[in-house]
């Protein structure tokens, strides 16, 4: 079943962008990341401009992260008021996320940049996530261990002013939660992800977040900042394959559903370590294909 996309001016296989937005789907009901992370290279290995990939991933994950956010809503484990700090933050985030993407666009390099920014966060969190894995692996199978208090990172309490977020069990600054905010809505703008693979664990270690509603919360802010990213694409870059988007979101609400359902019964500590190889694998693949030398070295485009 071949479809043509208008936007990135080719033709594909349908059945395998859905896949692909399954994949989306699955990983952000298990995980609470929006799945971009994964299905953007993936997309670029398919032979979808860099570009046009990362603008159409951003609606893609609005989609998944709707049916999961229900999925963890209706068991109470969404932190409402510190999502919203971080969706104003992530708002401001796409601003000025859009203007680095139209100025790395101009001078011809925003490919480049994509690809290298995914090889360098892929590689640090896919092995951080192996290795955190791998203890935790480690730890269940020798002698119990008491658990760590949870606190947040000593520069959270040296920001000004405090406010309480009672699901999370916090009293911190509303600054830390909207910086965090402001870094994935440029993350998100640039290279098409929910973000979500970063904020969980800086939700986790950083801000010292309940781990009961850090998956709800950070798909919260998934939901409104890829929303504000794909305005943003759809008004400036001009990059966001409505047909390839379409595909994508059909197989990604769907496997939202199926991920939640994984994540009650799995193990966490061996989907962790899954999902950290798949990462890595990923990342060292893109870091391959940067350094091959490309079929056509010259290409032709009206100006």
């Given at each position: 079943?071949?479809?043509?996309l208008p936007i990135a001016n080719l033709a594909v296989n ?290």
């Amino acid at each position: 079943m071949h479809v043509y996309l208008p936007i990135a001016n080719l033709a594909v296989n349908g059945l395998v962008i859905i896949l692909l937005g399954a994949i989306t789907g699955i990983l952000s009901g298990i995980f609470g990341v929006g799945g971009g992370f994964l299905t953007t290279p993936l997309l670029i290995f398919y032979g979808i401009p860099p570009t046009v990939a990362a603008a159409s991933t951003a609606t893609t994950v609005t989609g998944a992260s709707v049916s999961g956010l229900f999925a963890y809503s209706r068991r109470n484990g969404v932190d409402y008021q510190m999502g919203a700090v971080m969706v104003a933050g992530g708002i401001l985030g796409t601003l000025i996320g859009s203007g680095i993407f139209n100025l790395l666009q101009s001078i011809g390099q925003i490919d480049t940049v994509i690809n290298l920014l995914y090889v360098v966060l892929l590689g640090t969190i896919g092995s951080l996530m192996g290795r955190e894995s791998l203890q935790a692996l480690r730890h269940k199978e020798g002698a119990p261990r008491r658990a760590a208090k949870r606190r947040h990172h000593p520069l959270v309490s040296s920001l000004p002013m405090r406010w309480r977020f009672y699901r999370s069990g916090l009293y911190i600054s509303p600054f830390a939660p909207l910086i965090l905010g402001i870094v994935i809505g440029v993350l998100t703008t640039l290279m098409g992800v929910g973000g979500g693979f970063i904020l969980v664990p800086a939700m986790l270690y950083v801000l010292g977040m309940s781990a009961g509603v850090v998956v709800g919360t950070s798909l919260f802010q998934i939901l409104f900042t890829t929303m504000a990213a794909t305005m943003m694409h759809a008004l400036t870059t001009h990059a966001v394959d409505m047909v390839l988007a379409g595909l994508l979101l059909l197989g990604s609400v769907t496997g939202a559903q199926v991920g939640a359902k994984i994540a009650v019964s799995a193990k966490p500590e061996i989907l962790r370590l899954i999902l950290a190889a798949i990462v890595l694998a990923v990342a060292i693949a893109m870091a391959f294909q940067l350094g091959v030398r490309p079929g056509e070295i010259y290409s032709v485009v009206p100006l």
